[in-house]
């Protein structure tokens, strides 16, 4: 085998994406405080509960890990999503509402990876519809998605203020 297709098979090989666990959750909230520079461990344990605890046939809360070195694989990202049934007037559907990978290891494929496990988990809990919300400046999101084949959906999102 060629040499620089054999390197894209290990790190093909060292990619895996899996259901997150307890012992993730000090990574997932040390990625997303990195990311979003606002640490919110309340937050994440209550997304823990419901996402990675409760409902798992239609809830999904998946990590990307780099298991290389397999005496202490790498968090890489992570994605969560859930079925929804008749929001909105809809069919049941799947929505994804979070993702992110560690910048340090971006455009190796972890976002795909995810995105793709998600479909998966989607279709076998009997959806073919995945959906998701991005701001209409996000420019990194809106070109992951595009890439991933997500094109803009029927529904317009309406929103006003409070006083
Ligand atoms: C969006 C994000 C999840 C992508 O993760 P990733 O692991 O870098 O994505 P991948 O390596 O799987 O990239 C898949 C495709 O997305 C597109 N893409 C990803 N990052 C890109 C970038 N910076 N510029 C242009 N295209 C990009 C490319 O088409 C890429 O395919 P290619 O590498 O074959 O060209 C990651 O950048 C991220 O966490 N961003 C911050 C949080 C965020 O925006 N989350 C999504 C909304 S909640």
Not at 3 to 8: F, G, L, V
Not at 59 to 69: S, Y
């Amino acid at each position: 085998m060629p040499t620089a297709t054999k390197a894209r098979a290990a790190k093909a090989d060292a990619l895996r994406v899996r259901r997150v666990r307890a012992s993730d959750m000090a990574n997932v909230i040390a990625l997303d405080a990195h990311v979003t520079k606002l640490p919110k461990p309340d937050y994440w344990d209550d997304v823990f509960r419901r996402y990675g605890k409760q409902r798992l046939h239609e809830r999904f809360f998946l990590v990307a890990e780099n298991r290389a070195d397999r005496t202490k694989p790498r968090l890489l990202g992570f994605i969560i999503g859930e079925v929804r049934v008749w929001e909105f007037g809809s069919t049941p559907c799947g929505w994804v509402f979070a993702l992110s990978v560690d910048p340090e290891m971006r455009l190796h494929g972890a976002g795909n990876a995810l995105l793709e496990a998600m479909s998966a988990e989607f279709k076998k809990a009997g959806v073919s519809k995945m959906r998701t919300m991005v701001a209409r400046d996000a420019r990194l999101p809106l070109l992951f998605f595009r890439s991933e084949g997500m094109m803009a959906g029927p529904y317009i999102q309406l929103e006003k203020d409070l006083d």
